[in-house]
């Protein structure tokens, strides 16, 4: 009978073959005829693997621990910040421009990142109101107090009485900075109230095949 030829298996083959046994998708037996190893040996680098996985990590531990006051001090540094960038986006977006510092090291670009404001919102500088403006808002605040039910089209057609010539839209603009809105019939009013009680529909199911069976009132 032959003798069987000793084989050495490297590092990579091992842990190879150790990994298999630890992820337990195959018996021993099908590892062992899957790698041509015995089922014993196969235990053997498992439980090598298994024991020197911890020194991997402490070995990292050791290399790469940072030292505790500088982690705490990053820490506190940046609850801080957060805290002071969640107070400062608490403020109006008027309040909030005004927070802007061109003289500060900080880049804009940053200041405007951490202010949650738009970078092109602080080169902007708002137009005064024209005189013509101010003459259509005056008419319109008379005419909406005269007739508050009236909208953009009604506003429109009575400053073209008077001979002012505007758009519907530019109207629409005046009377949403001015905070005027005409007064209608909005939906969702008919739902009624939480405390109200509910009284059942009395007919349904009820067949109503003749006169006088059913009478009814409106006390509207």
């Known amino acids: 009978m032959a003798k069987r030829t000793r ?3 490297g590092a990579g083959f091992k842990a190879k073959v150790a990994l298999e046994a630890v992820k337990g998708e195959q018996t021993l037996p099908e590892l062992a005829q899957r790698f041509q190893v015995h089922p014993n040996q196969i235990t053997t680098w498992k439980k090598q693997l ?3 996985a911890s020194e991997v990590f402490d070995k990292d531990k ?4 940072p030292d505790t006051k500088e982690l705490h001090a990053k820490i506190g540094e940046l609850t801080m910040r957060t805290f002071f960038i969640r107070r400062a986006r608490a403020y109006r977006r008027v309040e909030r421009k005004k927070m802007i510092s061109r003289e500060h090291p900080l880049p804009l670009t940053r200041q405007c990142r951490l202010l949650n404001l738009s970078r092109s919102g ?10 013509r403006d101010r003459d259509l808002m ?6 909406h ?3 508050p039910f009236m909208g953009s089209r009604g506003i429109k057609n009575e400053l073209w009485n008077k001979g002012y010539k505007v758009g519907r839209s530019h109207i629409r603009t005046l009377l949403r900075k001015m905070g005027i809105e005409a007064i209608y019939k909005k939906p969702r009013l008919s739902e009624p109230h939480p405390g109200h009680t509910i009284y059942p529909y009395l007919l349904r199911g009820l067949s109503i095949t003749e006169a006088n069976t059913v009478w009814a009132v409106d006390i509207t």
């Open 7 to 9: 084989r050495n298996h």
């Open 50 to 52: 298994l024991d020197r």
């Open 62 to 65: 050791k290399t790469q621990a």
């Open 122 to 131: 602080i080169y902007y500088t708002p137009m005064p109101v024209s005189d």
């Open 138 to 143: 005056r008419l319109m605040d008379e005419i």
């Open 145 to 147: 107090l005269e007739y």
